[in-house]
């Protein structure tokens, strides 16, 4: 979508979207009296989202025109600009929509970035795989061009603006990772996106291959890719705009590009959605896709521990024990508890190899999470109430919810090995989301640390506003606005 500006509506206009607030300040006066009267004859309240269409603009000429309200300015939050703009785009690509002119003013471009995400979040093409007719159909409903129509906008406006369809086209390329099955969407190819990802914004990379990974010892990754047909594989990605001045901030995302739960497999309800198992894995290539183009002043580096977990004769064995990077031993007590075992070697990693300031991890991992919080909000754990309380602001501000959970002294005792040093389950079969997390603090030792459970958010059974049935891309926004907003 290329974007456009503008400083009063044409009269060649097809498409135009009219926000407006109970006042009718962002109305053009052409339209003002006309919509007045709807008021009051009682056609529009003026409750946010409720609308009105014209056919016909004020020359006489055909265009379709949508007043669209947004309720009572000062009732109104940056969160419902976005939902209730993206409800707005969502309607008008019922039919095709090549280009669009959007009139905004002040009381608008306030939340200027809000509505650059909002403009390109809703307009994700969920035709991913289709041809032929569905494909061009979906793709007229594409909108390749926006007008913003603007007598006030100034430079930081735009800019922000230009910032929030950046971060929007990211989330859109994640979502589209994540939806792809794990035929298409796998080690290899996964890396590969990581290669273009990191040579388009000049990021360094490392790949750490199978062998690599063996003469590393890196164990418990090792034996969750037991049972695949590719090498499982270590991303590493270093953003370092501050060199030395500044210890990194460490992004881990499970990678698990279809998880099959191995030896104790999945049942059939569900298992089809697990390619979605790489979720936390493309939330931290959508981080690094965005840290140059928004000229992030922090240091970061991204690790992303990447398998599938399939069964085959080589699948590690409810029972085995592994020797995990750091060198700490584990029971495998449950084969499908294998995104902990992936991030606690990529978590090491980071540990042995750079100084970190603190650790993020990032993954699809409890069911338990999804019972406990449904599926609209990510479990928040941590070690540090201060980096908690800024991910809360970051999840206020993005509108990607998070709920705090506990980690409790019983949850590790929980997880004692009978003759290893950890079993990677509690077997008591409560707080799944809790011992899941305290297994991988284990890993963390003292680095301040927060781990988020997206299982549920990653690809929720009822997509809100400004997502589309599958994958949300939840996280980048989160992640980087966390990014953004250290001082
Ligand atoms: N990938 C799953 C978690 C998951 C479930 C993600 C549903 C998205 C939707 C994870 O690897 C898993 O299987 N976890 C087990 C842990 C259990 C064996 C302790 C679970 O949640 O049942
Ligand atoms: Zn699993
Ligand atoms: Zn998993």
Aim: aromatic share 6%; net charge neutral; hydrophobic share 40%.
């Amino acid at each position: 979508m290329k974007s456009a500006y503008k400083k009063v509506l044409s009269d060649k206009e097809k498409v135009v979207l009219i926000p407006f607030f109970k006042d009718y300040a962002n109305v053009p006066a052409a339209y003002q009296q006309w919509l007045k009267d709807r008021s009051k004859a009682g056609i529009l309240g003026g409750k946010r989202d409720e609308h009105l269409s014209l056919y016909l603009n004020a020359a006489g000429q055909p265009c379709k025109i949508l007043f669209y309200c947004f309720g009572a300015e000062e009732e109104i939050k940056a969160k419902q600009i976005r939902s209730s703009l993206a409800l707005a785009i969502k309607s008008l690509r019922q039919q095709p929509l090549p280009e669009l002119a959007l009139v905004l003013n002040n009381q608008f471009l306030k939340y200027s970035q809000e509505i650059g995400e909002a403009l390109a979040l809703s307009n994700y093409n969920t035709a991913l795989f289709k041809t032929g007719q569905d494909r061009k159909e979906a793709e007229e409903k594409v909108i390749k061009k926006i007008t913003i129509v603007s007598r006030d906008i100034d430079k930081v406006q735009k800019y922000n603006l230009e910032e929030g369809l950046k971060i929007g086209f990211a989330v859109n390329e994640i979502r589209d990772l994540i939806n792809s099955p794990h035929n298409l969407v796998n080690e290899i190819t996964f890396a590969k996106k990581a290669e273009e990802v990191c040579a388009k914004n000049k990021i360094r990379l490392k790949i750490f291959e199978r062998r690599d990974l063996e003469k590393m010892k890196m164990g418990a990754l090792l034996a969750v890719n037991g049972g695949s047909k590719h090498g499982a594989k270590l991303i590493v990605m270093e953003y370092l705009p501050l060199g030395r001045r500044q210890d990194p901030v460490v992004l881990v995302g499970k990678g698990v590009t279809f998880d099959t739960g191995g030896v104790n497999i999945k049942p059939t309800a569900g298992l089809a959605e697990m390619h979605m198992d790489m979720a936390g894995a493309a939330a931290v290539l959508g981080v690094f896709m965005l840290l140059r183009e928004l000229e992030i002043q922090q240091n970061v580096i991204g690790i992303i521990p990447l398998t599938d977990n399939a069964l085959d004769a080589g699948s590690q064995k409810p029972s085995d024990v592994i020797t995990s990077y750091c060198g700490k031993t584990i029971e495998v007590g449950n084969t499908d508890a294998e995104g902990r075992l992936i991030l606690a070697d990529g978590i090491s990693y980071a540990l042995k190899n750079y100084k970190v300031s603190a650790i993020i991890d990032i993954a699809t991992l409890t069911g338990a999470c999804i019972v406990a919080l449904g599926d609209q909000m990510a479990g928040l754990f941590g070690n540090n109430d201060q980096m908690k309380q800024r991910l809360k602001n970051a999840a206020l501000e993005t509108d990607e919810e998070v709920w705090e959970m506990p980690i409790h002294e019983t949850h590790h005792k929980g997880l004692k090995g009978k003759f290893a040093d950890l079993n990677n389950v509690d077997n008591s079969g409560m707080a799944g989301a809790c011992t899941a997390a305290a297994f991988i603090e284990e890993f963390v030792d003292k680095t301040d640390w927060i781990h988020l459970d997206i299982a549920g958010p990653a690809m929720p059974k009822k997509p809100k506003d400004i997502d589309f049935q599958g994958a949300t891309g939840f996280g980048v926004r989160l992640l980087t606005r966390f990014l953004q907003n250290i001082k």
